[in-house]
Every structure is written in structure tokens, then in C-alpha cells.
């Protein structure tokens, strides 16, 4: 016996031993319905995703606007209790040529995730989303872009109630 083994032997069971009752067992359906909190910063990012609106919160000691909004500031440790709504528009602070889809399969025309600063926001804060209606070759850093939305009926509160950012 080897010592991974030693104390805690493993031994394979036969389907013999699940046939013959020797091993007892169940089958069972489990009704398990899940629920998750997103928090109050974020559950107001969602709100205001759903309604067409970027929402930021901004710190009342270093006057920071962060983007996704936050409950507190990571530089100073302030709470923060103030959200606003945002632009639509920023700025491509780094970007992607991604010729693979989500499931890992290789796609002709490739995806552009980018990580777009909010105008409105502090400097650098923003979000990665995906680069539509523009050439590959024609994307670069610090091109202008705006949220192209799904229709207000679509929207569910997700960060895919903006399909892309499209340039301006």
C-alpha cells in the first residue's frame, strides 16, 4: 500500500454491490433555487443599467467618482453614500483582438473587449465591455466610443443591457 493510501485505503465498489442491494443508495430531484445578493453598490449599477444609466459613486473626502460604484473609498477608507448617474461615452483605454469565442472556439471575425474609461468618472476608472460597429484594424487607444443599448422593453438590469460601445 502506498503512503497516500495508508490510512485512508481506497477500495473501488462493483456495480455488482449497487445491483445485488449490498450498497445502499437514492436517487433524488433537489429543489434548489439559488439567490445572491449583489450588495448596494452594484444592486445600484444594476438599477441604473436597466434604465439606460452608468452609475458611479463618488468619495466625500477625496472627491474620487468610481466606476462600477463602491460603498467605500480604497484610497482613503470613507464610506460613501452618494451615487450619480454617469455618461454613456468614454474613452478606449486598452483593447483586444479576441478571434476565439466565449466556448473556446475559433471565430473569422474577432470579438473586441475593451476597457473604457466613463467619462464623468475619475481618471482611469471605467468598465470592459465589447467594441462593435468599427473594423478591427481601425480600433485604437483613446478612440471615442458611446453604449449602444438594447431597447428599454429588453433590458434586465445586466451589464449586456449595453450591447457594445460603438465610436463616436
Not at 473501488?12 to 439567490?35: C, K, V
Not at 466606476?67 to 454617469?86: A, K, N, S, T
Not at 476565439?100 to 474609461?117: G, K, L, Y
Amino acid at each position: 500500500m502506498n503512503a497516500k493510501n495508508r490510512y485512508y485505503p481506497i477500495n473501488s465498489l462493483p456495480e455488482s454491490a449497487f445491483q445485488d442491494g449490498s450498497i445502499l443508495f437514492s436517487f433524488d430531484t433537489f429543489n434548489t433555487r439559488y439567490a445572491w445578493d449583489c450588495g448596494v453598490a452594484i444592486g445600484e449599477y444594476l438599477a441604473g443599467l436597466r434604465e439606460g444609466k452608468i452609475i458611479g459613486s463618488t468619495c466625500p473626502k477625496c472627491h474620487r467618482t468610481m466606476v462600477p460604484p463602491r460603498l467605500f473609498c480604497e484610497w482613503c477608507y470613507q464610506p460613501v453614500h452618494h451615487f450619480l448617474p454617469l455618461l454613456d461615452t468614454g474613452t478606449i483605454l486598452t483593447f483586444s483582438l479576441c478571434y476565439v469565442s466565449w466556448d473556446v472556439q475559433r471565430i473569422t471575425e474577432p470579438e473586441i473587449p475593451a476597457v473604457i474609461a466613463i467619462d464623468g468618472a475619475s481618471k482611469n476608472h471605467g468598465i470592459l465591455h465589447k467594441i462593435g460597429e468599427i473594423e478591427p484594424e481601425k480600433v485604437h487607444i483613446g478612440m471615442r466610443v458611446r453604449a449602444l443599448w438594447k431597447a428599454p422593453e429588453d433590458r434586465t438590469g445586466d451589464i449586456t443591457d449595453i450591447l457594445y460601445f460603438k465610436p463616436e
